[in-house]
């Protein structure tokens, strides 16, 4: 239900929060005389509580689901500079060298809590990131990994295009090399219930998201395909082991932490193949 309270002082009557509401769920003049934004009968049921009428407003003025715009922060002149902001997506590396180090509770808290300004499909805003946190965890996790892996090898249950994952287990074994998650002190995983609008796209946003802001805080990142496969394939019993939901989707995993590598310079890549379609 869409709870809206407009400030009749500061309120400038610019008809921006209605125009701007997706659902069409604010009308100036809902009936009461003065010109101000109201509820629009019988739609409030449609709002999805995207915020959009409260960033909008000129003045401040227009508080929603109980919320202070004064809390928000504010945009004019507080946008990256855009050539830091390309620095940044072509700086971005796979970093699979990592330290030791944990990163401060603190910090994370910071990242998760920016994650969850991500966009979700609907606004549906049902994700859940689940932390695998600390060194002793992310042990703990890839033994079972590793442990599962090999089970499934000499149970002969490997499908034939993850075979390879067998050599991992000899190089954990043999060599103490940690292809799987690369003694990163921490792993991410982002899932969202299956009939949710669109959970796997969700997934893969909040992680770019996450991405982007923790290579920004000198963290480094790692998109984890071989430990979505372990969860998703190989071990999926791990999945609830870990506290996701029996109802989530396959989601997807980013491994991360402080790099024990710096990147001088940019990598160089050709341009994406672009196709301007043209209908007739
Ligand atoms: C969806 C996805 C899954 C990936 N999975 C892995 C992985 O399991 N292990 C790994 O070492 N790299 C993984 N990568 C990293 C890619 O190999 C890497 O992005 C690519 O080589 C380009 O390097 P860059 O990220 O430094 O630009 C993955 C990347 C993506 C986008």
């Not at 209605?18 to 659902?23: E, Q, S």
């Amino acid at each position: 239900m869409l709870d809206l309270r407009v400030d009749a002082d500061k309120c400038i009557r610019c008809g921006e929060c209605a125009a701007d509401c997706p659902y069409l769920c604010i009308a100036l003049d809902g009936g009461t005389g003065d010109g101000l934004p109201a509820a629009v009968p019988g739609r409030e049921i449609q709002c999805i509580d995207c915020g959009h009428c409260l960033a909008v407003c000129p003045t401040g003025a227009l508080s929603v689901m109980g919320q202070d715009p004064a809390r928000s922060r504010p945009l004019a002149g507080a946008l990256p500079d855009p050539e830091a902001l390309e620095t940044l997506v072509m700086g971005r590396r796979s970093v699979r060298r990592y330290t030791a180090e944990p990163v401060a509770p603190e910090m994370l808290e910071r990242l998760l809590r920016a994650v969850g300004h991500a966009p979700t499909g609907v606004n549906n805003r049902a994700l859940q990131l689940t932390v695998v946190d600390g060194p002793q965890q992310v042990a703990l996790l890839r033994g079972h990994c590793l442990e599962a892996i090999a089970r499934a090898a000499r149970n002969g249950s490997l499908p034939p295009r993850l075979e390879f994952f067998t050599g991992f287990v000899d190089l954990w074994e043999r060599k103490g090399v940690d292809v799987l998650l690369r003694n990163a002190p921490h792993l991410l995983i982002a899932t969202s219930p299956a009939a949710g609008p669109t959970p796997e796209v969700d997934c893969h946003i909040a992680l770019a998201t996450f991405d982007l802001l923790a290579t920004g805080l000198g963290l480094g990142t790692l998109w984890n395909g071989l430990v979505h496969l372990a969860l998703t394939v190989i071990a999926p019993e791990l999945r609830p082991a870990l506290g996701i939901p029996a109802d989530h989707g396959p989601g997807y995993c980013m491994t991360f932490g402080h790099p024990a590598v710096r990147y001088a310079r940019t990598v160089q890549r050709s341009a994406p193949r672009v196709h301007r379609a043209v209908l007739g």
